[in-house]
């Protein structure tokens, strides 16, 4: 069965501040992946994702992420953080088997401080 | 485009209640999942319909259940409500154009937070 960890629970980072968080997941085969963003009081929303090709993709508001096969990490970037990218963030997975269900991660709450 | 819709935002049940979960999928959208999010965690499959039928189910027990419309739009089902089943329960479409890029780009709803007393 595929999975999603997220080693960061809850980040608070001063505005400016770069940010990176992580995320791991155990599958073997192949994979698409997603970075999903909550903000406070509003639904889901898609960051950016990786299907194939360029392992480094980019997002909506300056976010990237890398995807690192032999890491089996796809990690969240973006240089300089704003107070309004305060919100919960969530990495998840998708394999190559026929089930059609995306595996999320626990999340990471990123609180920006003005 | 109007996006996905559900209802009701909130509600209050009781231990064996039954409930009901309304969603409007996006338009153009022919497959509708259902997600449980419990405080603090993230988002876990209940399961997902694609024309009518269920096409693929989590580690959810029977009593959850659920129906998709011809128009697309979906019900979640929960019988002898636990308290456990306190969360919020998403609601998210999509374009399955079988396998391919599209097919795993969900849009979200709002959700419905459902609390079991």
């Known amino acids: 069965a595929q999975s999603v960890s997220q080693h960061n629970h809850h980040v608070i980072l001063s505005e400016a501040a770069s940010l990176e968080l992580g995320c791991n997941y155990s599958?073997?085969?192949?994979?698409?992946l997603f970075w999903y963003v909550q903000y406070p009081g509003q639904h889901l929303q898609l960051l950016l994702k990786?299907?194939?090709?360029?392992?480094l993709v980019k997002g909506i508001k300056g976010f990237e992420a890398e995807f690192i096969k032999s890491k089996f990490s796809f990690n969240l970037r973006k240089p300089s953080v704003q107070w309004s990218d305060t919100a919960e963030y969530f990495c998840?997975?998708?394999?190559?088997?026929?089930?059609?269900?995306?595996?999320f991660g626990s999340g990471t709450r990123l609180q920006v401080q003005p | 485009e109007t996006g996905v819709t559900q209802s009701p935002t909130h509600l209050i049940k009781t231990r064996g209640q039954q409930v009901t979960l309304r969603c409007s999928s996006q338009?153009?959208?022919?497959?509708v999942s259902w997600y449980q999010q419990a405080l603090g965690q993230g988002p876990q499959f209940i399961f997902q319909?694609?024309?009518?039928?269920?096409?693929g189910r989590g580690n959810f027990p029977p009593r959850f259940s659920g129906l998709q419309f011809p128009n697309y739009s979906s019900e979640l089902n929960v019988n002898a409500l636990e308290l456990d089943d306190s969360a919020l329960y998403l609601c998210?479409?999509?374009?399955?154009?079988?396998?391919?890029?599209?097919?795993?780009?969900?849009?979200f709803g709002a959700g419905s937070r459902l609390t079991v007393l």
């Open positions: 998210a479409s999509s374009l399955d154009r079988g396998l391919g890029s599209g097919a795993n780009v969900l849009t």
């Open positions: 599958y073997g085969g192949t994979v698409n």
């Open positions: 990786y299907f194939s090709g360029d392992p």
């Open positions: 998840a997975v998708k394999g190559d088997t026929g089930r059609r269900a995306l595996t």
């Open positions: 338009s153009g959208h022919n497959t």
């Open positions: 319909y694609y024309r009518e039928e269920e096409n």
